[in-house]
């Protein structure tokens, strides 16, 4: 099952924003930095207003929609080498079986977001003493 998260945002500098989430229950954390592009995109699918065009996100979850599919959750699983990318994961419906799908964790993130549906974090990517949402600027 998945756990409760709790998503925040914040602008580091010029290039760099950082995403952070933490369990609720546990108070685990995860974090991690991306571009401005990709920030924006995220805090635009995290908005509830409504946008004059639907954003790519909203395309891509009535697109699956449309087929009889279903996003089931999004994944953060892990860390690819010794950088700072990670890998992520759409898991799929369609037809009684699931299917995943590599994404970018930010794109995850922005479809859990649209699409209201749990996100996972890999255990060893959680943190038990991570940063406080309380240190976020």
């Not at 009889?68 to 799929?92: C, H, M, N, P, T």
């Not at 649209?114 to 996972?120: E, G, H, N, Y």
Request: with cysteine; net charge negative; glycine share 2%.
């Amino acid at each position: 099952a998945a756990a409760e998260i709790c998503l925040a945002l914040s602008r580091r500098d010029a290039d760099r924003h950082m995403v952070h989430l933490r369990e609720i229950a546990t108070r685990r954390c995860f974090h991690f930095y991306c571009g401005l592009i990709e920030y924006s995109t995220l805090i635009a699918s995290l908005r509830t207003c409504d946008y004059p065009r639907p954003l790519v996100h909203d395309s891509f979850v009535d697109a699956i929609e449309a087929i009889g599919s279903e996003i089931r959750f999004v994944a953060i699983q892990s860390r690819i080498g010794d950088s700072a990318v990670y890998k992520a994961s759409l898991a799929l419906r369609v037809a009684e079986q699931t299917h995943y799908v590599d994404v970018r964790p930010t794109d995850a993130l922005s479809l859990a977001a649209r699409a209201s549906v749990p996100i996972v974090i890999a255990d060893d990517l959680l943190e038990p003493d991570g940063l406080s949402l309380d240190d976020i600027d």
